[in-house]
T-cell receptor, first 113, second 115 residues
Framework: DTGVSQDPRHKITKRGQNVTFRCDPI?????LYWYRQTLGQGPEFLTY????????KSRLLSDRFSAERPKGSFSTLEIQRTEQGDSAMYLC???????????FGPGTRLTVT | DQQVKQNSPSLSVQEGRISILNCDYT??????FLWYKKYPAEGPTFLIS?????DKNEDGRFTVFLNKSAKHLSLHIVPSQPGDSAVYFC??????????????FGKGTKLSVIP
């Protein structure tokens, strides 16, 4: 099964530290998305890429957040100077061609202490 | 401002009966709608979708109904099975223009199917 994979699955960090998450989409999917989910809420859109181009960014994505997809394959999401409010599940999804159906990975759970 | 609303946080249904999950939306630019199922410690799994040119889409035990004038959609699961117990999210997107490909989710409804 070559679904969306994310690494790490869990990350505990101290406030002020930087963290980086990786997402590997389904092969041949040219769109890749990042979402954030907090307790009791649905996933909230952060940003998306078509191939290597970052096409949309939510206002939720402060300047401490940066995402890259350098070769149009895997993507990284970096959070600098983490804050306790950054504690959440970070979900990655991918989709093929013009499909609107997005396929999610298992997520990375971030805890900032 | 919640643009996609799932007003029932939870629902309990007997095995074999119908489960009906509801979703309302406020943004008239939304014209593609999806349902996802989520188990604990897993990412959401795509279930079924519908575009605004249709009012019904069926896939096995799952049927989604769309009432565009009421800005309301529902997911019917018949018959319900214990393995259907999960949190169900409604999501929506415009098909073109600003926000297309960007899913807006509701808060979810936790379905419990009782054996």
């Amino acid at each position: 099964d070559t679904g969306v994979s994310q690494d790490p699955r869990h990350k505990i960090t101290k406030r002020g530290q930087n963290v980086t998450f990786r997402c590997d989409p389904i092969s041949e999917h040219n769109r890749l998305y990042w979402y954030r989910q907090t307790l009791g809420q649905g996933p909230e859109f952060l940003t998306y890429f078509q191939n290597e181009a970052q096409l949309e960014k939510s206002r939720l994505l402060s300047d401490r957040f940066s995402a890259e997809r350098p070769k149009g394959s895997f993507s990284t999401l970096e959070i600098q100077r983490t804050e306790q409010g950054d504690s959440a599940m970070y979900l990655c999804a991918s989709s093929p061609g013009i499909s609107y159906e997005q396929y999610f990975g298992p997520g990375t759970r971030l805890t900032v202490t | 401002d919640q643009q996609v609303k799932q007003n029932s946080p939870s629902l309990s249904v007997q095995e074999g009966r119908i489960s009906i999950l509801n979703c309302d939306y406020t943004n008239s630019m939304f014209d593609y709608f999806l349902w996802y199922k989520k188990y604990p410690a897993e990412g959401p799994t795509f279930l079924i979708s519908i575009s605004s040119i249709k009012d019904k889409n069926e896939d096995g035990r799952f049927t989604v109904f769309l009432n565009k004038s009421a800005k309301h959609l529902s997911l019917h699961i018949v018959p319900s099975q214990p393995g259907d117990s999960a949190v169900y999210f409604c999501a929506a997107s415009p098909l073109s223009g600003a926000g297309s490909y960007q899913l807006t989710f509701g808060k979810g409804t936790k379905l419990s199917v009782i054996p």
